[in-house]
């Protein structure tokens, strides 16, 4: 079973910025065609932010786009995703995992990301 440690959020002000990282236990682009990073508001339900394919290209939601940089890593074990500028609707907890999720689909704990003044 493949590992997912999210990490890297934080507290930030409108206009701020963090990296996340996810970590996983194998070489998941092994295993996945795609993965992805999430993200799920209070209240909401978990949305798909960010897709970064095997062949290395990427997708991103047009709430994020110009402001999100999906890559990897460390012989692809590491995926992570650049937040600038970002906004109070940011602010939710991230989860990185395949693309697509399905109803068995095993999450990681996620990290918080909040994004107030």
Known sequence: QVQL???GGGLVQPGGSLRLSCVVSDNIFNLYYAMGWYRQ???KGRDLVTTIIRDGSTNYIDAV???FTVSRANAEKTIYLQMNNLKPEDTAVYYCNR???GPST???QGTQVTVSS
């Open 5 to 7: 440690v999210e990490s």
């Open 41 to 43: 508001a209070p209240g």
């Open 65 to 67: 786009k110009g402001r």
């Open 99 to 101: 693309v697509p999720a």
């Open 106 to 108: 095993i999450w990681g």
